[in-house]
């Protein structure tokens, strides 16, 4: 994977109604399709948290692609801390 000269890292904090294994899959196929470096943290029912890395513009591309979610998921709120580095 390139890395980007100047990445951008973000700890995405997805909060509502959603599946754990089927949120965990969709975020992983969007942060490969986006180039992004990903590491999950935690998940639950109504929580998911995950940290990316990559170009600024694809963190965001991935933060609006899960917070529309996977079919079912119902996201309320996204808490991200942004990072550079």
Known sequence: ????PNP?????CFRGRLDPA?????????AALLRLEATWC???????ECEVAGAPEMVDAFHMACWLGPPHAMIEAVDIERTTG
């Open 8 to 12: 951008l890292r973000a700890r995405l």
């Open 22 to 30: 089927v949120f965990a899959d969709f975020a992983a196929r969007r």
């Open 42 to 48: 935690a998940a639950s029912r109504d929580y998911f």
């Open 1 to 4: 994977m390139t890395r980007h």
